[in-house]
């Protein structure tokens, strides 16, 4: 095969790879390494295919041979990573992102998931410090605000995840789930008038956003609300019926209603005045 050739074959590869026909991809980038069988890169982007088709191990097995034939390479021990999260191995994928941000530190997507598996591992100082090196690289990713956010709600900086979330908005005003957790976070902070505003602008975006409907009920149950706590509790209920109950049941928000007849009749699914 000619340079000219093995070339075309890495251009197809990666172009059925952007047009999410990754077995195709595979089969083009497998056909190469057949005559270079160390060439990093082709070993790197055939892994992101084996992502695309969930074939995590096999993705795994990629980067590492990308990784032995360059130790170096950022994007391989990125996408190693990646593979091992999509597996909930977040301590072994924190490992590979480490070495990913250590070999390219301009690589906000790697920040942005190491910050991520950090999360999940309840480490959220960590997350935190990692998402604020995302958004110093990429500051219109309203997702990395977003999971900032989350982030800091979960170290109780209300105040800060609010900030997180104002900025996640500003970017993507049409983002349902931020304006939804905007919600939560000011009705944590006892700013029920602004909290109820978020939620309905994140409904404003998506009506059918259970979400935001437990997410007012919850606000006015706590702020002493119970009539509206239960008209919004019903339209998540309808929304998901089986989801919003089981929740609803152990929720401390509603520990105020908990007895009220149209609550207990909402829970047990019997008809009521909402």
């Known amino acids: 095969m000619s340079q000219q050739n093995a070339q075309t074959w890495f251009q197809q590869g990666n172009a059925l790879h952007g047009a999410g026909r990754f077995q195709g991809a595979v089969n083009r980038f497998d056909k190469l390494l057949t005559l270079q069988p160390d060439n990093y890169e082709v070993w790197s982007h055939r892994g992101y295919s084996l992502i695309g088709l969930e074939a995590y191990d096999e993705a795994i097995v990629s980067f590492e041979q990308a990784i032995r034939a360059h130790p170096r390479c950022a994007i391989a021990w990125h996408g190693k990573g990646i593979a091992l999260a999509k597996q909930s191995r977040y301590e072994e994928a924190l490992s590979s ?36 090196r995302t958004v110093e690289l990429k500051p219109d990713n309203y997702r990395a605000w977003y999971n900032r956010a989350l982030a800091q709600a979960a170290l109780r900086r209300y105040e800060d995840a609010l900030t997180s979330l104002d900025t996640a908005v500003a970017i993507k005003p049409s983002c349902d789930y931020a304006w939804n957790y905007r919600g939560i976070v000011l009705s944590k902070l006892d700013r029920l008038a602004e909290s109820i505003a978020s939620f309905d602008r994140a409904l404003r975006h998506r009506e059918d956003n259970p979400g935001a409907w437990y997410g007012k009920a919850c606000a006015y149950a706590v702020h002493g609300d119970g009539d509206n706590a239960i008209k919004n509790l019903h339209q998540a209920i309808v929304l998901s019926p089986n989801l919003y109950r089981v929740m609803a049941q152990t929720d401390e928000s509603f520990d105020e209603i908990r007895h009220s007849d149209q609550f207990r009749f909402l829970l047990q699914g019997r008809q009521g005045v909402f």
């Open 97 to 132: 992102f480490a070495k990913a941000v250590k070999y390219d530190s301009a690589d906000y997507k790697a920040w942005y998931n190491q910050g991520s598996a950090q999360a999940a591992l309840y480490r959220y100082k960590e997350a935190v410090a990692s998402f604020d």
